[in-house]
């Protein structure tokens, strides 16, 4: 009776064991098939244009000053006509040319202590802003605002406020070829590195795309704009 039950006793813990080796070795294998399943390899593609920009932005600021406030208000009435005239002369039409209201100042109502008056007591600024799709007609009249200069304007171009501005705005025109051009660029990497490394390339496991960004091609050039954009794709690899 005791001998039958050291044989049962054997069998059984005979099939634990079988049992447990079998389970190691299937949890093995599904441990090394998943690893296999994920090998992947992340790569990234660029895709980088140039484009004209199709819209600028000019203030042309002027200053002048006065110790009578109505003939300081009158001259820049006056000066701004000019600039308006000047500007629709060269092909810019009315409609793209708008006025800032003139920021005027009162030079001895801002004074202090026992400082010696001014010689002039108010000075006044104005804006006048072109805001045009059309750059080369644009471009064509600021070469010649000299001639604005010679009857008395004095302009400021110094300032941040006072620079010419240039935008792209037919991103979303562009955006789908350069996200197909940066992808496809992205995959040719992947499938490079697949052939050295003796893979197979597989499905895509994750992709991303980088925000665009605009940027003046060069600082003389400002009109010319790059537009890029880079695709971040990891890919699945297989023996």
């Not at 634990?16 to 599904?30: D, E, H, T, V």
């Amino acid at each position: 009776m005791g001998e039958n039950r050291h044989n049962n006793a054997f069998v059984l813990g005979l099939f634990i064991f079988l049992g447990l080796s079998a389970l190691g070795y299937l949890l093995g294998q599904a441990a090394i098939e998943y690893r296999l399943y994920d090998r992947s390899v992340t790569v990234k593609g660029l895709s980088e244009r140039e484009y004209e920009a199709d819209i600028v932005i000019w203030p042309i600021q002027f200053n002048m000053a006065s110790n009578n406030l109505k003939q300081l208000y009158d001259s820049i009435d006056s000066k701004s006509t000019d600039i308006k005239n000047f500007l629709i002369e060269r092909g810019i039409p009315e409609t793209d040319i708008t006025f800032s209201t003139p920021a005027i100042t009162d030079k001895i109502a801002q004074q202090y202590g026992n400082n010696r008056a001014p010689e002039f007591r108010y000075s006044g600024f104005q804006t006048v802003t072109v805001y045009s799709n059309n750059i080369a007609t644009v471009h064509a009249a600021m070469g010649s605002l000299s001639e604005l200069g010679k009857k008395g304007i004095v302009f400021i171009g110094s300032g941040y406020d006072s620079q010419t501005e240039y935008l792209f705005t037919r991103l979303n025109e562009v955006k789908p070829e350069m996200i197909e051009e940066a992808t496809r660029k992205a995959r040719h990497v992947a499938e490079k590195f697949a052939a050295d490394s003796d893979s197979q390339l597989g499905k895509i496991k994750k992709a991303s795309q980088g925000q665009f960004s605009i940027y003046a091609r060069d600082r003389n050039n400002p009109h010319i704009k790059k537009v890029r954009v880079v695709a971040t794709v990891q890919y699945y690899l297989s023996d």
